[in-house]
């Protein structure tokens, strides 16, 4: 998968690309006998919730645990039984601790519990020379991200901030103060701010760094941009299942036991059957007509199955376009005089489809009888309505949802197409009804 | 959406909200305006997609043009219709006129069309005193990101590299070499590789910056994790596309023009048309039996799309599994034994479901007949088939796909749906002629 320079890295590209699908015995069986910098590199590179499984089992658990940052270590504790977590924390050195315990007060998806704490900080009378000197003093004191340099006041305060192409860049006698970008065009986050704002946030303005402050101003940590790197994975995971009807994963694929996975799926399978028996009711009220014309059944799944996938066509495009501020809820106008267009024009093409798969299907093997082509003419304008009901009802239904408060990715594919099915039989036999009268029905 | 500090702000990001749902004339009227640094902020905050189109009416065009960094000067560039590309380079001053061009050189998701060219370097035989002295000189001369420093021979050759916490933290008179990650434990990524190949390679080892080298060991520039959030963002909409079948949009969705909003999804709805068009020839093949028991065609809806949500579920899930590095091609029987037990299990599941529905429903409304047991059972048999055979396919096509070298993620649940509604139909009504032959067949 990947080009690196030497061969030892391979063993633990290996190691890493195999660890999701091993299990806790295996990842330790192969994972204790590395050597120490190999080993080093796997732990780094593995998830808080891949370390704290490991970790568990492994000897010299102090050395390990001591090697993580304060925001990794708190990460990892988070992923811990909760029984385990204090034995976990006394491991740590006492500052280190202080901190762990001060980030896991946070929830674990709020700018508190990505953040870290450690961040290079100057006092903003400084001169650049002297920010130099005392930076380097802090690196071998204090280890600390340092993608950005922070300006504090004696109060812990944030005054401004500036990167180190920007300090370096300033003459050395210059003040700090004069060279930082103040407070007031600086984006900052509270500390309780939700991560997905978080991320919407960094990616709108470009940035690999966002201070956090508290609701008096002071400065907490930094949140950085490989934090929110997992954030987008993790939201595109959570939406794509949602889309599925699949509860969220927990864990990887193959790490998820047997009867977990029951739950993750039957629970929506079951809602999504129940909702689905619907169509059954439906389709008994019309069994009259069914009876009379059993000609009619056979192009009931083409005519629901067409609404459904234009049904999710839309809410996916919706959805996504929702989850990447493309569409806000003040569109929906907009949004549902599209949809109703496209949904006409889509399906008078499917219509047009429709009707000559009846009339060259009736020429090479005739079955349909004298009335194929009011059969074909009811399947195409049952087509042009299911259509355009799918289109209209999958773009509406995020909107819908948002405006309720809940999450629009609810509105899966799945459950549109629940929803189109019962009304495509209405909208196919009401043709039916309309355009057979006197004929066939 | 977003706290920060000061009111001026709010307007930036009122605008940055609304500019999706704009048209190019209105999104002009807002941004010239705009007091200059304020314009700036959002020209920042823009998609090299979004820039193009307003650079195209904007006056002073040179002004904006110098604003950017080399590589976000070459996005700019290739968004733009090629005969604007020339006059827009022109804009620029020669140097990075350069850098532009050799930037344009690469396809957009390859790494060298990702990478800065500008990084900061030093020599790894200075002191690190020499370094941070070198670097400041850099820094004012030649602008650059400067997440690490890499350390070249005088052939450009990649050593090594460290962070600013790294050199900082080293005695003043350590040489760089001494202090710098040699080359050997770098992970370094070819010119020539994917956009998505690095971003899961920085994922695992959570770097923030990877080195761009040639075929000879050059250094060419720095791809950061900023341009990965893009990358990751692209992807997820890519395969969520895909996975409801819609071809990638290319603009936001409130600014695709409607007959390309006609084409991203009526292409697929016409495949998927044809494919589903099979059923109809399913169920022709059992009029006969389907004219002497309509009943059975009650429970056609529930039954097949049963089949194609359970598919669906294990199709995304194992898309999903992919993308991630959770579920490798060599893991296939691992995954077909556990879906063909959760087929087993989630079939029997909803089967009692629906024979319970059956029993429940003939007490309250009678209509099915004297057999109604068996076609209980009929249904409840068809839905065990049916649920596993739609989560064995789902899972294994994405397997099947990667095998041949296409992209997983066409596995979409409405493909699956479509391949389990007719085998549904054949076993549904296998099931049916078998169990109900005799009586009511």
Do not use: C
């Not at 890295?9 to 120490?36: C, I, K, M, N, Y």
């Not at 006092?123 to 005392?134: I, K, L």
């Not at 103060?177 to 500390?191: G, H, I, N, Q």
């Not at 997905?196 to 949140?223: C, N, T, Y």
């Amino acid at each position: 998968m990947t080009t690196t320079a030497t061969p030892p890295q391979s063993d633990v590209e290996a190691l890493l690309d195999a660890w999701p699908t091993l299990d806790v015995d295996e990842q330790l069986a192969r994972f204790v006998p590395l050597p120490r910098h190999e080993a080093e590199e796997v732990f780094f590179a593995l998830s808080a919730r891949d370390q704290a499984a490991l970790l568990v089992g492994l000897p010299h658990r102090r050395s390990w645990m001591r090697l993580l940052a304060p925001d990794d270590a708190a990460d990892l504790i988070q992923e811990l039984e909760p029984e385990e977590r204090e034995a976990t924390l006394a491991l740590l050195d006492d500052p280190t601790r202080l901190e762990v315990m001060a980030l896991l007060a946070y929830a674990e998806d709020e700018a508190g519990g990505l953040m870290n704490p450690r961040f290079a900080r100057v006092r903003a009378d400084m001169t650049v020379d002297e920010a130099v000197s005392y930076l380097r003093k802090q690196a071998r004191e204090r280890p600390s991200s340092m993608s950005y340099i922070y300006a504090l006041d004696d109060q812990q305060r944030l005054l401004g901030a500036l990167s180190f192409r920007e300090l370096f860049a300033a003459p050395p006698d210059r003040r700090v103060r004069d060279v930082m970008t103040a407070l007031e065009d600086l984006v900052t986050v509270l500390e309780d701010q939700d991560q997905e704002q978080i991320s919407h946030q960094m990616a709108e303005f470009d940035l690999i760094a966002v201070p956090v402050v508290d609701s008096e101003g002071r400065m907490k940590g930094v949140v950085t941009l490989d934090d929110i790197v997992d954030v987008v994975q993790e939201e595109a995971t959570e939406d794509i299942a949602k889309m599925a009807a699949v509860s969220t994963p927990e864990a990887p694929y193959l790490q998820t036991p047997f009867l977990d996975m029951i739950r993750q799926r039957g629970v929506w399978l079951t809602v999504l059957f129940l909702g689905e028996m619907l169509t059954a009711s439906a389709m008994a009220y019309f069994e009259g007509e069914l009876h009379k014309a059993t000609v009619l059944a056979l192009f009931i799944p083409l005519i629901i199955s067409s609404g459904g996938n234009s049904g999710s066509q839309a809410s996916t495009l919706i959805i996504r376009a929702m989850a990447l501020g493309e569409v806000r809820l003040q569109d929906w106008f907009r949004v549902v005089r599209r949809e109703l267009g496209l949904g006409l024009v889509l399906g008078t093409g499917l219509g047009l489809l429709g009707i000559l798969r009846v009339m060259v299907w009736e020429q090479v093997s005739p079955g349909l009888g004298a009335h194929y082509v009011l059969i074909g003419v009811t399947v195409a304008l049952s087509l042009v309505g299911v259509v355009t009901f799918g289109t209209t009802v999958g773009s509406m239904l995020p909107f819908l949802l948002r405006r309720l408060g809940l999450d629009p990715a609810s509105a899966s594919a799945p459950f549109v197409a629940t929803l189109v099915d019962v009304t495509g039989l209405v909208i196919y036999f009401t043709a039916a009804i309309t355009l057979l009268r006197g004929t066939l029905l």
